[in-house]
């Protein structure tokens, strides 16, 4: 009896003992997978750390300075403008009559100079806060000036600062309201000084892999002609280069170019989108739904394509079937047209 006692112990301690063995084996197979679960989460992570957000384009260095947006005046008075050509993403929308007005976000380089600077527009301040940038202008209708206050918009208002020299500055060459210029060197100290953040992450638009650009589909577009008016002085163009595979830009029959430092002003990516206008006043300022999405073309390596846009995360993005589809790696200027006339009766493409 003691025996079959002796072997019945002996028994379970080695069944207890397997048992343990296994518990460890499997606690060890799970923290291995969960190991490498992290090793290829990790890269993902860091490569967003080092990517620009606005470009799509890797950098050796963290990027996590504040995306800075600039309202510059494109009245024919105050061409050639300066810093379009370190833009990552242009906005051009219409500001009162047929006059259209650029938002120039900046990160992933930053001029010495931008401008001329004008004035606010709530459109404008509403798509620079959708990309959480800091928002600079020039003035601003009292009405302007309170939502931008009540709505905390964080902004500079050149107003303040007009012609301190170290945010901004008046230029003798041209005439007011065409010659306020913003100093760079001074955004984010002005800015941390008003209690604002000037470092911050974010999620990078959707891009295409390099290798994966040579097969973008859609129809030869060489060169692309947006009419924002009858007059010529309102009509841009974009032509298509073969050896830079970028569109260069054209105002007023005109090559835009940086007045500072003679660069042409280039678009690796022309998005154009339709959106609702409507006049609210005697002085021709206008309300756009820029929330609601619409009809849009995407312009890439000398082709276009008819898509739709929506506002995702306070940024536009075209879209197709419901999904978002990639930029190329680059620069964007983002062409906005009234749903009347539209944007097929606005846009002329040619293969030449």
Same mark, same amino acid.
């Given at each position: ?98 006059? !259209? %007005?650029?938002?120039?976000?900046? $990160? +992933? ?6 401008? @001329? *600077? ?129 569109? !260069? %830009?054209?105002?007023?029959?005109? $090559? +835009? ?6 660069? @042409? *002003? ?87």
């Amino acid at each position: 009896m003691r025996k079959v006692i002796v072997c019945l112990l002996l028994f379970m301690l080695l069944f207890f003992a397997a048992c343990s063995d296994d518990k460890e084996k499997n606690a060890g197979d799970s923290e291995s997978k969960e190991n490498s679960v992290a090793e290829k989460e990790e890269p993902a992570a860091s490569e967003n750390m080092n990517t620009f957000p606005l470009t799509g384009i890797h950098t050796d260095q963290p990027v996590n300075n504040r995306i800075v947006s600039v309202m510059v005046n494109n009245h024919r008075k105050a061409r050639p403008q300066s810093g379009l050509s370190k833009a990552d993403i242009v906005f051009e929308i219409l500001a009162e009559g047929r006059i !259209t %007005r650029l938002l120039a976000m900046y $990160q +992933s380089e930053m001029p010495d100079v931008a401008g @001329p *600077v004008r004035s606010a527009r709530e459109y404008y301040f509403e798509l620079a806060d959708g990309y959480d940038s800091i928002y600079i202008y020039h003035g601003a209708a009292n009405f302007v000036n309170d939502m931008i206050q009540n709505r905390g918009i964080e902004h500079l208002n050149g107003a303040v600062y007009d012609n301190n020299g170290e945010l901004f500055k008046r230029e003798s060459f041209r005439n007011a309201p065409h010659n306020s210029y913003l100093q760079f060197g001074g955004v984010y100290e002005t800015a941390e000084q008003k209690g604002y953040n000037v470092t911050q992450t974010y999620e990078p638009l959707p891009f295409t892999a390099a290798e994966e650009t040579d097969n973008i589909s859609g129809d030869p577009a060489k060169n692309v002609e947006i009419d924002y008016s009858d007059q010529l002085t309102y009509v841009v163009n974009y032509k298509y280069d073969e050896d830079s595979e970028a569109y !260069t %830009r054209y105002s007023d029959g005109k $090559q +835009s170019v940086d007045l500072n430092t003679g660069e @042409p *002003v280039t678009a690796d990516n022309i998005l154009i989108v339709e959106a609702p206008h409507q006049v609210i006043d005697d002085a021709g300022r206008r309300e756009i739904d820029l929330t609601s999405g619409g009809d849009a073309y995407l312009v890439q390596k000398g082709k276009i394509r008819q898509l739709k846009w929506e506002k995702r995360d306070g940024r536009i993005i075209p879209v197709k079937d419901g999904n978002p589809v990639k930029f190329i790696q680059g620069n964007t200027w983002i062409n906005v047209i009234p749903t009347e006339p539209g944007i097929k009766q606005s846009v002329t493409v040619s293969d030449d």
